[in-house]
């Protein structure tokens, strides 16, 4: 018989970044303003993936200036 075993994920709190497309609603979880789209603007924003005790608890939304304000919450970005 063969034991095999299969790796356990770690889930850990993790920051993307990300184009800010027409119709977002987020609001920066840094600076409580809105993450807005502008047409002729290529704007980016930092969307975090946030666990608790191993458990995906919820995602925050921020502008890419304000994450660095933040000094990194969730690590760094991934692009």
Known sequence: MIDTTIPTATLASR???RRVEAGNLAI???CDQQVKFAAKQNRQQVI???YVNGKWDRVEHFHEE???LAESPF???NA
């Open 66 to 68: 304000c994450y660095e």
């Open 28 to 30: 920066c979880a840094h």
């Open 48 to 50: 975090a993936n946030v």
């Open 15 to 17: 920051a993307a970044l």
């Open 75 to 77: 690590g760094p970005v």
